[in-house]
């Protein structure tokens, strides 16, 4: 067990920095035994300090000291203490230069934090607190220099050499070494520093700005890799042009720079002018990549680049700012989504990510605050609550202000904190100065951890032609924070008739040209409002859009939810109202009170399935019965087994009904051979490929053909993995093990689609799946030190596998538990976001929550846990 337990940082306690840096000047020399960095600061004491400080306090993290010198002169021993996580420099003058040497040894980082290396090259990656891992700094982001950074490396080996800004010098070395300098004008904290030097080959292009200036666009990849930039390299072209015409931001540098990696533990990191992608996020092909992962890609290229302002240009005053520059990039790149595609699809993207997994978050252990007051280790806090719900804070201000005002008070923003480390309420400044409007409740989003329940209900005086809606608020109770405080809410509504069209929503008896749609503000716990000229009761739509993070609670009958699917004026409505109705469905099942499958959702997925005139992306999204995790999210205490048997007897009584309807859609769908990523195209991959999963999952015998011609035929990655996924999830036992061996055959060079085959198998509802994780364990394409393959097989199986994983015996648990134990020596970050599935054992009924915990507390009691589990699993196991 660990002794002692790590210190918790508190916002409440945040000082401005005692010195400030204005210059780095950083040499690194790399070779195969380790590097040597010569760090030399520029450093001055900060006028603002309160009080003086007189000694200089630098972070460090694992590293070996070499010297330390001062103005030139080398100080000795007695001048400095190195206490490992600190150097402490003693009595230091006002203005002074800094000279470090350390060693480090990027071969033996497995952590994936600071300097390290993958598949033969150094790279790096310093956020939030990987920068004291190469050399010791004032590593805060409230501390910002003019970074020069020389890099020297075998010239054979290490042909490319790159670090951020413009590359201003370059020579030969002795021993067939050579060298790159690069200079950054802009001041940066040291969490955007960046350097990679590897055999990479090039993908060049261009992109001229709105003023005209030609910017250079490079990525460099492994040469194997040479084909798969292109997606990356438009999504790129597209986000430039984007951020210019709808932000008003242009690139300000002359080179951009993006680079991939197969060791990376998270999905891509925005460092100044050379953003580090991790390969599965970058790289694509229709052979290789399905339509998922071109989508996610173009999303991440969008947000790494969009961060250039919203992160780098105005950055974090303090890690509890995180959200300032995440949750803005999030909305900011979900807005760029949509645009590039189907907007309705984006916002049931996001809404379900929010409802499935943020607000499980939210309801759990380590729930927090967008902007928290505490923390252990800040690499736990890159949570969905940072970064999804913080984008929907952001996206509540642009409803409230209108496009228009939130666009100034965006540009406000960039203007009055260009170059300069600030938080979230500067943010929300900016945006009340620029619009007028007082956004003192709204903070309370920041504030306040929890997702507010939203409770309806409604009356109708036909008489008087009055419709009534009364909204309670409530936002549950949280770790360390109770009794909490109404929040202001937008509140979009629409009011349907019985013919289906928006009615008037008149607030006054007289009130004439009343608009079809309103968005409310709620601010207090209980508001009623009045809808007056009205001859029917309405059919209500509520949230529209899900125009706010909240739980809505209103007794729809399944009659209304039947009317919404096929009338709401709001797609995103249109398709909420069939996930309550399949949801409905399910839960009657699960509580044993209906007997059998409601034949209303059965013909409302007929009438889905058999009108083309409908839009086809939003049908493909409205056939997605909801996931066996939001059926876990909407339970009081889960059954993980008695869920995936409702959802499971849902599936097979409409593949049954529908089996003309979805061979229909199939043969209607088919591949013309071309691909493309229009959101039609998407749609109609997607609608062939839910007809062939459900087909096979009553085992149908002529899906099952058609599934193999599928898979033997299919142009495109999508496809193919859509037939492997239908055979792996079937009975058909020799034809889906001779897929998944053709498909190893042919694809065991690429990690990017062995990724996806480990995937499509630790998904896998066959019985017996557990075991069978333990063989790919062993197989030779997995690795431990690879994050993708540890997700691709562990991740996915606990993450995403309810029935497999939930075993009534526990074995799943502790089998996790296990894996945990293991990851955590070589990789904390990693091992602390593998426990999270454990961690919600409250949410499961027993056996599963007790033997839950029980794995979880065999996490805690290892021998030298790191800070990251540490934090998540005492946090998780606290009264
Ligand atoms: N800022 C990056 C995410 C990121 C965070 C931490 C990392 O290492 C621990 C790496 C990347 C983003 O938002 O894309
Ligand atoms: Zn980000």
Known sequence: MRTSQPRTIYLSEYRVPAFLVDHVDLRFELFENGARVHSTLTVRRNPEYPGVAEHLELDGDSLKLESVSLDGI?????????????????????????????????????RLEGLYKSSGMFCTQCEAEGFRCITFFPDRPDVMARFRTRVEADREKYPVLLSNGNDVDRGELADGRHFVTWEDPFPKPCYLFALVAGDLVLKQDTFTTCSGRDIDLRIYVEARNAAKCDHAMDSLKRSMRWDEEVY????????????????????????????????????ASPETAADTAFQRIEAIVAHEYFHNWSGNRVTCRDWFQLSLKEGFTVFRDAGFSADMGSPTVKRIEDATLMRTAQFAEDAGPMSHPVRPSSYMEISNFYTLT????????????????????????????????????????????????ASGRDLGQFRLWY?????????????????????????????????????????????????????????????????????????????????????HGLSERPVPSLVRGFSAPVRVDYPWTREQLIFLMNHDGDGFNRWDAGQR????????????????????????????LSDPSLDQALVAKMLQLPSEAYLVELADSADAQAIHGARTRVLDC????????????????????????????????????????????????????????????????????????????????????????????????????????FSVQAASLQAGTLNHIRELLAHPAFDWKNPNKVRSVIGVFAGQNLAQFHQADGSGYIFLA??????????????????????????????????????????????GLSKDVFEIVHKSLKE
């Open 386 to 433: 940072i970064y999804e719900k913080g984008a929907e804070v952001v996206r509540m201000i642009h409803t409230l202000l209108g496009p228009e005002l939130f666009r100034k008070g965006s540009d406000l923003y960039f203007e009055r904190h260009d170059g300069q480390a600030v938080t979230t309420d500067d943010f929300v400044k900016a945006m009340e100065d």
């Open 248 to 283: 008003g931001r242009e690139y300000d540098l002359d080179i951009f720079m993006i680079v991939a990696v197969d060791d990376f533990n998270m999905g891509a990191m925005e460092n100044k002018g050379l953003n580090i992608f991790n390969s599965s996020c970058v790289l």
């Open 447 to 531: 504030e306040q951890a929890g997702t507010p329940l939203l409770t309806v209900r409604d009356d109708f005086d036909s008489e008087a032609g009055i419709y009534r809606l009364t909204i309670e608020q409530a936002i549950p109770d949280s770790p360390g924070q109770t009794s909490k405080n109404p929040q202001h809410i937008p509140f979009a509504l629409g009011l349907l008739g019985s013919d289906g069209t928006d009615l008037p929503l008149r607030l006054f008896a007289d009130e004439n040209d009343a608009p079809s749609e309103r968005v409310l503000e709620l601010t207090a716990a209980r508001h009623e409002f009045e809808f």
């Open 654 to 757: 409409l593949a049954q009904a529908l089996r003309g309807e979805l061979l229909e859609c199939y043969r209607r769908n088919g591949d013309d051979g071309s691909y493309q990523l229009t959101p039609e195209a998407i749609a109609a991959r997607s609608l062939r490929n839910t007809a062939l999963s459900w087909l096979l999952h009553i085992g149908d015998r002529e899906a099952c053909g058609l599934a193999q011609t599928q898979y033997q035929d299919a142009g495109n990655m999508t496809d193919r993995m859509g037939a492997l996924r239908a055979l792996v999830n079937s009975c058909f036992v020799t034809e889906r093990e001779a897929a998944l061996n053709d498909f190893y055959q042919c694809w065991q060079d690429d990690p990017q689609v062995v990724e996806q085959w």
């Open 818 to 863: 296990e894996q945990v134990c293991r990851l955590d020596d070589s990789n904390p970050q990693i091992a602390a976001r593998l426990v999270s599935p454990l961690t919600r054992w409250r949410k499961f009924a027993e056996p599963y929550g007790g033997k839950m915990k029980q794995a979880l507390a065999s996490v805690r009691d290892k021998e």
């Open 581 to 608: 109705l399949a949801v409905d469905v399910i839960q009657a099942l699960i509580r044993g009170d209906e007997e059998g499958v409601d034949e209303r959702l059965v013909e409302a997925y007929r009438s889905l």
């Open 74 to 110: 080398e100080l000795g021993a007695d001048r400095y203490q190195d206490q490992g996580d600190k150097l402490v420099v003693q009595a230091v003058p006002d203005k002074f230069g800094l000279n470090v040497v350390t060693w480090i040894e990027p071969q033996n980082n497995t």
